[in-house]
């Protein structure tokens, strides 16, 4: 016990006296990081450069005997996508230093629910790269005393990303063609071209038509995404009814759900209601919702879409009194290809992506999704839309 305690003191000792061996012992540490891959970069609380390993001068080719000193923010500027400088408020080092946030993960990793924004850092030489960062502070009895950002070079994998997007494009593309002649063809043969066909043959014919429609649906499903991702959607901001807007959406499924023989209602209230946002996305993402409740709901049962409208948002909710979704599957509903369990032994052809394409056009229009759901009993899927970002309601006091 005292040798360990001795051992502490001496430690200490030389911790005071030769602190130039401690510092020597920090950057052999930092050098070590990422074998010179990955920066490691250490500021104090004002975002001056205290430290610095071999991994920042590799990526920026700045050496860290020139930016001692210096404010991180100016010696590697950031860009976002359209190559704006991102000001010092809103840097997410910023908000680190001044206390707003804990920790941050930037990246520009696609797939998941969520794809975060591109950013470029900016090297000594003016060039630029894309990036994938990790920041965190420095706490000293509860106080932020400085930061440590952790960052590399992700040229290769948005590289590989865009090898990937392109052979889906490339191969979707492709596929729309044969599968719309098949759909030609197998129409053709169904309006008696071949003289009279037998009532085995037409369900068989039925079944192709049926297979080529799925196939169709996850090849334009493929597409959606894929434009998503690729660029940015031009957004058709227009005034329209809500009324209107929903009696076309119910229209387009009205058919699905009388095939099964299910009750579609819609709103009851007599509100008029307008509003303003790209239509075309509006109803994609009701329409997502009256589809999934209609697929995945017993014959003899109610889907309802309701409208409401609050002091701040106007919601959209898609009722359903369905198959439900189980409680430990129910945070990756909205990730590209996955399905429910139950989901996939009820309807085993589902493409997986209409959730996630609803999430990402929700995002466009400054909207917001979430859903409540229990299994076996049903689910409600809602449409959160701001007013404040594109909205403005009319009450028609008349029917009130």
């Not at 930016?67 to 100016?74: A, M, P």
């Not at 309802?304 to 979704?325: A, M, N, Y």
Request: a positive charge.
């Amino acid at each position: 016990m005292k040798k360990s305690e001795d051992a502490k003191q001496t430690e200490q000792k030389r911790r005071i006296y030769n602190p130039e061996a401690v510092i020597a012992e920090q950057e052999a540490i930092l050098n070590c990081v990422g074998d010179h891959i990955m920066a490691v970069i250490v500021v104090d609380k004002k975002g001056k450069i205290i430290r610095g390993n071999k991994g920042f001068e590799a990526l920026t080719g700045w050496e860290i005997k020139e930016v001692i000193g210096k404010s991180l923010i100016s010696v590697i500027p950031r860009k976002d996508e359209q190559m704006k400088t991102v000001p010092f408020k809103k840097r997410i080092l910023s908000k680190i230093l001044l206390g707003k946030i804990l920790a941050s993960t930037a990246t520009v990793a696609a797939g998941g629910i969520e794809k975060m924004p591109i950013f470029y850092y900016i090297r000594k030489d003016k060039s630029k790269f894309p990036a994938t960062s990790v920041i965190s502070p420095m706490l000293f009895e509860g106080k932020v005393m400085g930061a440590v950002e952790v960052f590399y070079d992700i040229t290769k994998e948005k590289e590989l990303e865009q090898i990937r997007m392109d052979f889906l494009s490339l191969a979707s593309h492709q596929l729309r063609t044969p599968l719309s002649g098949t759909k030609w063809l197998i129409e053709t043969m169904c309006r008696g071209v071949l003289g009279e066909m037998t009532k085995k043959q037409k369900e068989y014919l039925d079944d192709i038509y049926k297979v080529n429609e799925q196939l169709i649906k996850l090849v334009s499903d493929i597409l959606s995404t894929l434009r998503l991702e690729s660029e940015e959607p031009l957004m058709k901001k227009e005034r329209i009814s809500v009324t209107s807007l929903v009696k076309e959406v119910m229209l387009t499924v009205s058919a699905a759900a009388k095939e099964k023989k299910l009750t579609l209602k819609g709103p009851s209230n007599h509100r008029t209601l307008n509003l303003k946002t790209d239509t075309e996305i509006l109803k994609s993402i009701l329409g997502t919702f009256l589809a999934n409740a209609i697929d995945y709901s017993l014959p003899d049962r109610k889907v309802v879409l309701k409208v409401e409208s609050k002091s701040d948002v106007i919601i959209f909710s898609v009722h359903d009194s369905g198959i439900g979704i189980p409680l430990n599957e129910q945070k990756r509903v909205f990730e590209r290809f996955y399905r429910a369990s139950n989901a996939k032994n009820l309807r085993p052809t589902g493409t997986g992506l209409g959730l996630n394409i609803a999430k990402m056009l929700s995002d466009k229009i400054g909207a917001k999704i979430s859903f409540k759901s229990k299994e076996n009993k049903g689910s409600v899927f809602y449409l959160h839309i701001p007013k404040k970002f594109n909205t403005t309601i009319k009450i028609n006091k008349k029917n009130e």
